[in-house]
């Protein structure tokens, strides 16, 4: 409810309402909707920060459709490391079926790429990416995110699944750093 959170030794301000982040989960969910209706998609939701997005996508699109989650870090504090860890695996089997790998954060683009490898080689028919948050101006790697939630541009944000040092996660809005003049 409040308009600056502190998480730890920093302070971030309000970016995106609790409203504006469900209304364009809609939108992306009635597309997906339409996209798969005749399709068996697997959801497969990036840990940790993705789940409340994954979670209000799924309902949102009304799919009755498998999900799992994979852990794959590259993010100390606010900065990539540059290196991608598969911490978990997706567990279900994916041959032959249209996967959408649903993700909080696409920044550099580092660890979607190369999860997609990862995936590729285990004869799935489809990737697709649905993203709440995408900074098109860090890509660095070739990603097509075809559910974009938001563009934003290059700030550290927190709330609604996204930490700070995995604090920060539990608030409804998103919050970017805020920094004093």
């Known amino acids: 409810m409040t308009d600056k959170v502190k998480i730890q030794d920093l302070v971030f301000k309000k970016y995106l309402t609790q409203s504006q982040i469900q209304k364009q989960i809609e939108v992306l969910a009635d597309r997906i909707a339409v996209d798969y209706k005749d399709k068996d998609p697997v959801f497969i939701v990036v840990l940790n920060g993705a789940y409340m997005f994954a979670s209000d996508l799924l309902k949102a699109t009304a799919l009755d459709a498998p999900m799992t989650f994979v852990k794959i870090s590259s993010y100390v504090g606010t900065e990539s490391t540059g290196n991608v860890k598969v911490i978990m695996d997706c567990t279900l089997d994916i041959k032959d079926k249209d996967v959408i790998l649903v993700e909080d954060i696409v920044d550099t683009g580092r660890t979607l790429h190369h999860y997609q490898e990862v995936l590729s080689h ?14 098109p101006n860090k ?25 700070y040092n995995e604090y920060g996660r539990m608030y409804a809005d998103i919050y970017q750093l805020f920094e004093e003049e």
């Open 139 to 163: 890509l660095e790697f070739p990603l097509k995110i075809e559910y974009r939630g938001f563009d934003i541009e290059d700030d550290f944000v927190v709330g609604y699944g996204l930490d």
């Open 122 to 135: 285990r004869s799935c028919r489809s990737i697709a990416i649905a993203s709440l948050l995408v900074k």
